[in-house]
């Protein structure tokens, strides 16, 4: 829907200023890209087989090589969650990384995972603009509430002017 939207301004802008339909076009293609990928990870089945087969470091490192700015992961677990905690860390992340793609400014993000006691913590980073807020829209207050789900908890720092921190917590379970 969005990407209908997205190409629907493109195509309104187009006599005005081919330069940002331009742009904007170029823009949902490389989301068409992504979204067919997802599609293609989703067909494998519930989690992208680099998930089900390596873990989630190999599998953030993927996200983060799609990211359209440089992302370093650091990934410390002393072993793998429950396939259900990895799937929900792993589309979390995803979504995070999305989010600094879209709507940051950010020159650099970091993603870091790890276990403290019963809790898993990921934590995505960017040097971006900020202003990120759960009641802005609709995305980050969808995440909170997934996450809410699992008893898991979403935290936002994002003063204006950034940079960003978007700490994510769920239950560990081995």
Same mark, same amino acid.
């Given at each position: 829907?969005?990407?209908?939207?997205?190409?629907?301004?493109?195509?309104?802008?187009?006599?005005?200023?081919?330069? @940002?339909?331009?742009?904007? =076009? *170029?823009?949902?293609?490389?989301?068409?890209?992504?979204? #067919? !990928?997802?599609?293609? &990870?989703?067909?494998?089945?519930?989690?992208?087989?680099?998930?089900?087969?390596?873990?989630?470091?190999?599998?953030?490192?993927?996200?983060?090589?799609?990211?359209?700015?440089?992302?370093?992961?650091?990934?410390?677990?002393?072993?793998?969650?429950?396939?259900?905690?990895?799937?929900?860390?792993?589309?979390?992340?995803?979504?995070?990384?999305?989010?600094?793609?879209?709507?940051?400014? @950010?020159?650099?993000?970091? =993603? *870091?995972?790890?276990?403290?006691?019963?809790?898993?913590? #990921? !934590?995505?980073?960017? &040097?971006?603009?900020?202003?990120?807020?759960?009641?802005?829209?609709?995305?980050?207050?969808?995440?909170?509430?997934?996450?809410?789900?699992?008893?898991?908890?979403?935290?936002?720092?994002?003063?204006?002017?950034?940079?960003?921190?978007?700490?994510?917590?769920?239950?560990?379970?081995?």
């Amino acid at each position: 829907v969005a990407l209908a939207m997205d190409l629907g301004l493109a195509k309104e802008k187009l006599a005005e200023d081919p330069q @940002a339909a331009a742009r904007m =076009v *170029d823009e949902a293609h490389g989301e068409v890209k992504t979204a #067919l !990928q997802e599609l293609r &990870d989703l067909a494998r089945g519930i989690h992208p087989a680099v998930l089900t087969d390596r873990g989630l470091d190999a599998a953030l490192s993927a996200v983060a090589a799609r990211c359209t700015v440089p992302v370093s992961v650091e990934v410390d677990l002393p072993a793998r969650p429950v396939p259900a905690i990895e799937g929900i860390a792993y589309f979390t992340v995803s979504e995070l990384l999305q989010n600094v793609s879209k709507h940051s400014g @950010a020159r650099q993000a970091w =993603v *870091d995972v790890w276990r403290t006691g019963d809790r898993l913590l #990921l !934590q995505v980073r960017d &040097d971006g603009h900020g202003g990120a807020d759960t009641a802005a829209g609709r995305g980050l207050a969808g995440l909170t509430e997934r996450l809410d789900a699992v008893d898991g908890i979403l935290a936002v720092d994002s003063p204006a002017g950034g940079p960003t921190t978007i700490t994510a917590e769920l239950p560990w379970r081995a």
